[in-house]
């Protein structure tokens, strides 16, 4: 007999009114405020229906596939209420406040357009302003293609190239690109990836040490994930693999990855997108939860729900680049009506300003986004707190003193006379002297256009304020980097294996094949242009497969490193230092288990074990300069075009290698017979079988005359007796060396210089 939750009648998706119509009935512009008014809102709504309606049945020995699927929503319903009651309890940590001004930002990108034959510019956010404040769950909303996702990408630092703009960090001016800004944040994207084959406990771990380093004790760092994992209704998923979690488990485990360095701001592009509306609702209420516990929470989002669009503080709405509103949501309806927008009783507001946004209700967008940028600064005026006006006057105690300030100093909060005079502490004489002077403090930052690439001004304050959030965590070093994604690369390939085998057992299986294509051709005189084919295709082969593998799979990399980078997981140095420390490893093993195989079968062991030795060697140096050829070429091509563009180059670097003379290449493409690692790599290995005075080959009895018994008349038949293995080498050695460089250099372009 088992016991069970059983929610009744009423399934807490539908009280929390997901996406789409039942939420828009269920929650309308005429009742909004009645709600507010009610309590009912979102995740608490959502509870107490779920909790008041829990009662317990009684499930029989045999159970329906309907029962089954029953009993498990009933399940999810409990959980998601106990999800939602953990929310509503959360103790997250505390964090300093985070204030983010920005004005007349700017994004433009760059691209050769072919029917104009020249590089065109294109603004895509057209000299935006705001603010994001902390304490506040602010959503950024617009219709496709409005440029919601590249201003979160401009606001986070993402997106540097073709920035301008102001920002402020609590009322400093910083730039996006600054080391400052960013350890501020952390973005979670929409499709973050997060390494199917670990566990949730070891991902979340692997990130603590990479984030918080080693001078926090392992148990506390235990201590602190299953507390994340708790507040954010995993902690049941402790041991199960990343890639079998739910679309919203992913989703919360991404956030709770970011938040083990508890970032005062999170940036999230569309953190609903692809979850179920009580997914949806859990989602949002726990970035709420975060929010109020003082980070600064800005999300994409896209069609919410009546009753989710109102867990949100605030709303920034993107129209073709331009703001058309920015404010509380509460006050979007209000602010709608006084442009003649009346949004319909029974309507759901979010539905009703992305109807007018896309133009469906003929207003004129240019007034809107006017009135929305006066209203943005009435707004601002109106919001000198307490804090600012004390600011103000500490500041200004100095100046109206007569004493000088000088040109570094703080700049100041807008504020009007109005406000001024009611401040006990302005004299009327020095009021108007007070006003003059923070519109000269503020005038230089206000009207200068700065690029945010560039830090524009020294970041004063941010350092000494006493918070422990705007002090960098000391991340892991450089070698703990290293080691931590060591292990990581290694957990990973033992959980899947299943390619790693494969790359084995082609080279194996490969290897029988061509050895049994070219059984014995090795030692004879009668057989030499047999085995010149066996060794060119070992090379070509041992080639491909050294560049494809890292071709293809290579660009997923990106992704992950991508994001972990962004977000301060680890450096570039460390990461590409342990993907090759296991690549390179990996595909020289492959290449040795082929040799010895093949070389074998081919009766090309019979001779001094040297000569094999550096075959081996040289057959390891040709696949891995490939590999290196492939790192590259995945790095700096989408896969599309380096599944097609790899291969190409292999095959013209190998052209130089075949049957192809010196003094026959026309002298335009003669630089590639010096840089082939394929010539190189074959003709070395010729070398070492035919070449380094080796006797006479076996001439059968049977046959009268052998005319390449001596492998020397071979050699110069081929016009390549004067090969010099160390220059084979060499010549090797730097291809690899210089492509994983210029990997490295373009990883960090791609990382540094978006
Ligand atoms: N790198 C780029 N090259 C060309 N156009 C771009 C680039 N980045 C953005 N855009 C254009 O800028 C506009 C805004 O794109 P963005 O992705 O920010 O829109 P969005 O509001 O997030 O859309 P969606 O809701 O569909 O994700 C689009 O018209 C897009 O085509």
Redesign the pocket.
Known sequence: MTLLPDIKATDAATCCGGGGDASSSAHSCGDSLKEQQNGCLGINCCSLAAGSETSISESGSSVSATSVAKVNNNLNAFRLHNYHEAIAHANFAQCDPVDIEFSNVRYE?R?FSFPERKFVT?E?LHGLQGNFRSGELTAIM??????????L?VMSGFCTTGVTGNIRVNGNPMATSSDRFRQLSCYIHQDDLLRPQLMVSEIMLMAAHLKLGFDMKKADKLALIKHILSLLGLDHRYNVLTGKLSGGQKKRLAIALELISNPPVLYLD?PTTGLDSSSCSSCVALLKKLASQGHTIVC?I?QPSALIFEMFDKLYT?VD?HCMYQGRVKELVPFLADQQLVCPSYHNPADFMLEVAVGEHQCDLNNLIEAANTKYYADAKGQLNTADMSHIITTLKDAIGGKQRSASSEALPEVSLDQLSSYSYFKPAQQELALDEIRALNAPIDTAEQPLANETAPVKGLANQPNEQLKPVVPASFLMQYLLLMKLILICARRNYFLLLARIFSHVFIGIIFGYLYMNVGNSATSVLGNYVYLYGSILLLVYTGKMAVVLTFPLHIHMLTREHFNRWYKLGPYFLSLISFEIPFQSLCTALYIMISVHLTDNDSVDAFRICYFMLLAILASLSAQAWGFFVGATLPTKLAVFLGPILAVMFSVFGFCTRYIDITPLFRWMWHLSYFRAGFHGALNAIYGMDRPFLECPDSVMYCHFRSPKVFLKYMMISDVHMSDCILLMAIVIGVMHLLTVVTLWRKLNKR
């Not at 617009?142 to 201003?151: C, E, F, N, R, V």
Request: glycine share 20%; net charge positive.
């Open positions: 990108i691209k294109k895509i617009g219709p496709s293609g409005a440029g919601k996702s590249t201003l990408n569309e994409t896209h993107v680049g």
